[in-house]
């Protein structure tokens, strides 16, 4: 049971990280919802850098689901508590850089907790 819900829970978590990619491509202007103020979503050059960002969201993603297909789930378990560190990362720099706690907390610090929740339960299955 535990390990259903910890599979689902990083497969969510695969499809949410590969769309906010997508989005990221399509859609630039929507980085500013990251939450670092003044986001330049309008400037060229930030989109370009976008673009390499919304690459290595896709492939993050897609790391997931090839772990889900293939390997155990206590590696995919220690892949997901590594990946953990990249929510922290985007939260201390919207804190950082002064952006807004609703940002910060509940989008980066809540994906955060829901990737830790996953590995552990992926790690003591």
């Known amino acids: 049971m535990l390990i259903n819900i910890a ?3 990083a497969g969510l978590i695969g499809v949410g990280i590969i769309l906010v990619g997508v989005q990221e491509i399509w859609r630039p202007q929507a980085s500013a919802g990251f939450g670092i103020p003044g986001t330049p979503v309008e400037d060229g050059n930030f989109q ?3 673009s390499v960002k919304a690459a290595r ?3 993050s993603g897609l790391f997931i689901f090839i772990l889900l297909a293939g390997a155990t789930h206590h590696l995919l378990g220690w892949f997901m508590l590594a990946a953990t560190g990249i929510p922290v990362g985007d939260m201390l720099t919207v804190l950082r850089n ?3 706690k609703a940002a910060a907390y509940g989008v980066h610090g809540a994906t955060a907790a829901v990737t830790l929740v ?3 339960l992926l790690l003591v299955a």
């Open 7 to 9: 599979n689902v829970l």
């Open 48 to 50: 370009a850098w976008l």
């Open 57 to 59: 969201d896709i492939v």
């Open 98 to 100: 002064n952006g807004p």
């Open 118 to 120: 996953s590995s552990l």
